[in-house]
């Protein structure tokens, strides 16, 4: 998951996590592999050959993730560019120290290959200056798409909070003043609702929140829609048992039950039951959220807008969980249902 408190210029990956470095032994072995077939045609010997840099390529490759991994904190308060020069600089270093290393261990191996002590370094560090260039390439372009698509996804947020105040404030302001001579405390819990409503949605749009927060502030939107739409709006709440901890983007399910109210109840006569429900899988959590479709539009659910909202979230989860397909939504017997996950890979998940 993102953390979305680090900012950094550094395009590099996280050379401490097991991903990173399952990558690269996987392409170290890779180049081993293609070395060895760059001496067609195989002599007897091609398995001793292939072992032998697998061990030097490897050797060489962890050396270099380790000493980046060691310097990862310092190489992330530099620029851009200084990255490149100094982690590049920092790889070049390393596989000379490993290749003279291995010169002495494995002379022999060193000597029929490359006919001396200078061969030996200079095809290495060639290879290696090579190789170590297209990756910090390749990891600076991959840089540069996640910070587009975050781009992106703040932009899509930003354009969900404008929608939000003009969307439902008439509505407020209504049952606000309907209810501030007859019930006057119903009246101030409503703008104390609409208050946290608009504080969350003005916030940093980096941030984030927990699945309790998030549930709190859908609560007081559902009792100010309730107000409004008295009888017509029912609530089925089933979410025991789910860890209230679990991190995730601030306004994730609350658009969700807008666009079941605006694009559902409020569309029909007598109304409707929206269903919230939620289940612990292994590694990740699912909040389902059901509601009645008007039968006069039986292929959609509202206007042609009623997806800007479900299309936000999907981009922020994306963006912030780093995974596609974290929102699915259809329609099935009349029924709109939208499926929310959310990884979270503590203990508890597995044990409920």
């Known amino acids: 998951m993102n953390n979305p408190e680090e ?50 390529i490897q050797w060489a490759a962890l050396s270099c993730i380790a000493i980046l991994c060691i310097f990862r904190r310092h190489l992330n308060t530099l620029k851009g560019y200084q990255v490149g020069v100094i982690s590049y600089l920092i790889t070049q270093v390393t596989t000379l120290i ?18 001396g002590h200078g061969m030996f370094a200079l095809r290495i560090m060639g290879i290696s200056a090579i190789v170590w260039a297209l990756a910090l390439r390749y990891f600076y372009v991959q840089f540069q798409l996640r910070q587009q698509v975050v781009a992106e996804a703040e932009s899509r947020f930003q354009a969900l909070q404008a929608r939000i105040k003009p969307h439902f404030l008439f509505n407020c302001m209504n049952t606000i003043a309907s209810l501030i001579r007859r019930e006057p405390a119903a009246a101030e819990q409503v703008v104390e609702d ?44 089933r979410l025991d048992g789910l860890p209230q901890q679990a991190a995730l983007p601030p306004l994730t399910l609350q658009p969700l039950l807008e666009n079941a109210i605006y694009h559902g109840i409020e569309r029909l006569p007598a109304g409707g039951r929206i269903s919230v429900h939620g289940e612990a899988a292994r590694g990740c959590l699912q909040i389902h959220i059901e509601n009645p479709l008007p039968e006069q539009e039986p292929g959609t659910q ?16 994306n963006a912030y969980f780093e995974k596609p397909g974290l929102l699915t939504a259809g329609q099935e017997d009349g029924r709109y249902h939208v499926i929310v996950t959310i990884p979270y890979e503590h203990e508890d998940t597995d044990s409920r």
Do not use: K
């Not at 097991?18 to 032994?25: I, L």
């Not at 996987?26 to 070395?35: D, T």
């Not at 490993?98 to 006919?115: G, I, K, S």
């Open 7 to 56: 900012t950094s210029d550094s395009f590099l990956p996280d050379f401490c996590g097991a991903r990173t470095v399952f990558v690269v032994v996987l392409l170290a072995e890779l180049l081993a592999v293609l070395l060895t077939l760059a001496q067609l045609p195989f002599h007897r010997q091609h398995m001793v050959e292939l072992a032998m840099y697998s061990l030097f």
């Open 98 to 115: 490993v290749t003279e290393l291995a010169w002495w261990v494995q002379h022999e191996w060193a000597v029929r290959d490359y006919f």
């Open 194 to 237: 609409l208050a946290d409503l608009f504080r969350v949605s003005l916030q940093d749009v980096r941030g984030q929140t927990t699945l309790e927060e998030e549930l709190d502030l859908c609560r007081r939107y559902l009792r100010i829609e309730q107000l409004r739409l008295g009888e017509r709006l029912e609530v089925d709440w």
């Open 302 to 317: 509202g206007h042609r807008g009623n997806r800007l909202a479900q299309d936000n979230v999907a981009q922020r989860l």
